[in-house]
């Protein structure tokens, strides 16, 4: 077992989350190491969504202009119901005062953290270690330490002065930390299938993103600049082979858009997804962000988002912790989040999945009533979309001391 000399922040995982962070840290001249499982930099598919005011903080990396040139600007997003049509149209020009970036932009997640590694794998400050599987972490009064796996079976004891697990569900740093990590796993597995096949070609007037709701069998259409992405509930109880079937994905896509020529199905991918949140986002010298400390529901894309988020925030702090504040500075960093993570995170994507899925005729009335009305009034709108963009939860978190 080799020791490797110490650095001041140690990161683990190299999603977005920890790109970010390590980013952040960098630009202030603070020196970082970033650990990564896989042998290269993770291409996952299930993110896309970047809401106006994650755009708004990645500018100051100078990526925001060729994110939106491989990606697409999606201005408004919608409520159907699968039968009838357009229940609610949400418009984010209303952001205009509040964001240089009044809409959505898909952009698959991966593209960011190949810009944000680029700005850094050359860096002097930054030392990036594909290929290292963090298999344990624990503190002491003046420093951290992970044990780690290398690529070729051998193990490692890497020093820090900080901690930042950035390093998903079922993060070693969360488990170090002694959090818990309470909640709910949805009862259905979600089926996301990408298709060529240009969905408003059956309904002219559908936006980029909309969330088609029934009460037996609801689903989500989002564009993106290559193809849709469609996104259906599907049986918990089935296989993987069976649930990521061509046979089924053509089943679930012709249910939804009947059409006389087969789908052309570019990508498929099921997974399970969780409702929790992390009891403490901080320990001491250790923090956890992202997935490693709060899952959620896709609908609404509150997860990227909301660990980008958490990123700025405790690079924030951890900035001024190397600089001289007191280290429970931190602690101010996992209240905040922790709490829009409650409040907003987790509520947001729960009331979108209840909208979509309400069986009951009279609640899902209800629910339609209430999508219109807000549409209809210039105030309620706005306060929607600034509530669903995520800059109400910014603002409400700064609150937090």
Same mark, same amino acid.
């Given at each position: ?34 650990? $990564? ?70 952009? $698959?997640?991966?593209?960011? /953290? $190949? ?37 070729? /079976? /051998?193990? $490692? ?116 997804v969780h409702e929790r949140v992390a009891s403490t986002y901080v320990k001491h010298r250790m923090a956890i962000a992202g997935d490693a400390a709060h899952v959620n529901n896709p609908l609404g894309g509150m997860g990227l988002n909301g660990g980008i988020h958490d990123a700025f925030n405790l690079a924030g702090k951890l900035i001024e912790v ?80």
């Amino acid at each position: 077992m080799r020791t490797e000399m110490k650095q001041a922040v140690i990161v683990v995982g190299a999603g977005p989350v920890g790109l970010v962070t390590a980013n952040l840290l960098v630009d202030d001249g603070i020196s970082v190491c970033l650990v $990564e499982t896989c042998q290269d930099l993770p291409r996952d598919l299930r993110a896309s969504t970047f809401h106006p005011p994650t755009l708004d903080m990645l500018e100051r990396f100078g990526v925001v202009g060729r994110m939106i040139e491989q990606g697409l600007i999606c201005p408004t997003w919608q409520f159907r119901d699968r039968n009838e049509g357009v229940v609610a149209t949400f418009e984010l020009a209303r952001l205009s005062p509040d964001t240089g970036h009044p809409y959505r932009l898909q952009c $698959e997640q991966w593209r960011l /953290g $190949e810009m944000l590694y680029a700005r850094i794998k050359d860096n002097p400050l930054a030392t990036v270690r594909f290929g290292t599987k963090a298999v344990g972490a624990r503190q002491s009064a003046d420093g951290v330490e992970i044990d780690v796996r290398l690529p070729d /079976g /051998g193990n $490692e004891t890497i020093r820090g002065s900080y901690l930042v697990g950035a390093d998903g569900m079922g993060s070693v740093v969360r488990q170090a930390v002694g959090a818990q990590f309470d909640g709910i796993t949805i009862p259905e597995l979600f089926l996301t299938l990408s298709t060529t096949y240009d969905f408003r070609q059956s309904m002219p007037d559908l936006s980029n993103i909309s969330y088609l709701s029934d009460p037996s069998e609801w689903y989500v259409l989002i564009r993106t600049a290559g193809f849709w992405r469609a996104l259906f509930p599907v049986d918990a109880s089935l296989d993987d082979k069976d649930v990521t079937s061509p046979e089924r994905g053509e089943r679930l896509l012709q249910g939804a858009v009947p059409r006389s020529q087969p789908y052309e199905v570019t990508h498929r991918t099921a997974y399970r997804v969780h409702e929790r949140v992390a009891s403490t986002y901080v320990k001491h010298r250790m923090a956890i962000a992202g997935d490693a400390a709060h899952v959620n529901n896709p609908l609404g894309g509150m997860g990227l988002n909301g660990g980008i988020h958490d990123a700025f925030n405790l690079a924030g702090k951890l900035i001024e912790v190397v600089r001289g504040a007191p280290l429970n500075t931190l602690e101010r960093y996992s209240r905040q989040r922790r709490k829009v993570a409650l409040d907003v995170v987790q509520q947001t994507a729960l009331r979108n999945r209840s909208i979509l899925n309400t069986q009951e005729p009279k609640a899902r009335r209800a629910h339609y009533d209430e999508l219109r009305g807000i549409v209809e009034n210039p105030d309620k709108h706005r306060s929607y979309v600034m509530r669903t963009s995520m800059i109400q939860s910014l603002r409400d978190a700064e609150q937090v001391l």
